[in-house]
């Protein structure tokens, strides 16, 4: 009969010094060409006039990761978040995204009259 071990020796370690994660980890996103997002749309849109539409995009592109870039057809799908896809009012937002949206969006200077947008809204904030 073999002899049996009495204590198996057991490693302790000095935990005190681990880190462990950073508090405040900052989160990269790998870069993205995205055409059908998932979820509910991040901002609401106020109306179906040209305005409304603009200032809808812009937001949405803000809220959007950097390293994202939207295709046209990403903001056509969230409008059916506020309106019948059958409906009238959505074929009216969908002609003006058209006029607004022309291409990849992965800033805001890709989005026709934001500029222009952006230039009226500091006009208006330093008349006050």
Not at 2 to 14: E, N, P, Q, V
Not at 26 to 49: E, N
Not at 75 to 104: C, P, Q
Request: with cysteine; aromatic share 8%; charged share 35%.
């Amino acid at each position: 009969m073999a002899k049996k071990k009495r204590h198996t020796r057991i490693k302790k370690f000095d935990t005190s010094k681990w880190t462990g994660r950073p508090k405040n980890p900052k989160i990269r996103h790998s870069p993205v060409i995205l055409l059908i997002p998932s979820g509910k749309c991040p901002a609401k849109l106020a109306g179906t006039d040209h305005q409304s539409v603009l200032e809808w995009a812009i937001k949405l592109t803000k809220m959007k990761p950097e390293e994202h870039t939207y295709k046209p057809d990403v903001y056509r799908y969230w409008v059916r978040d506020f309106y019948n896809t059958n409906s009238e009012e959505n074929a009216l937002v969908k002609k003006e995204l058209e006029k607004i949206i022309t291409k990849d969006v992965k800033t805001i200077k890709d989005i026709e009259g934001a500029a222009r947008y952006a230039k009226c809204i500091t006009k208006l904030k330093k008349k006050r």
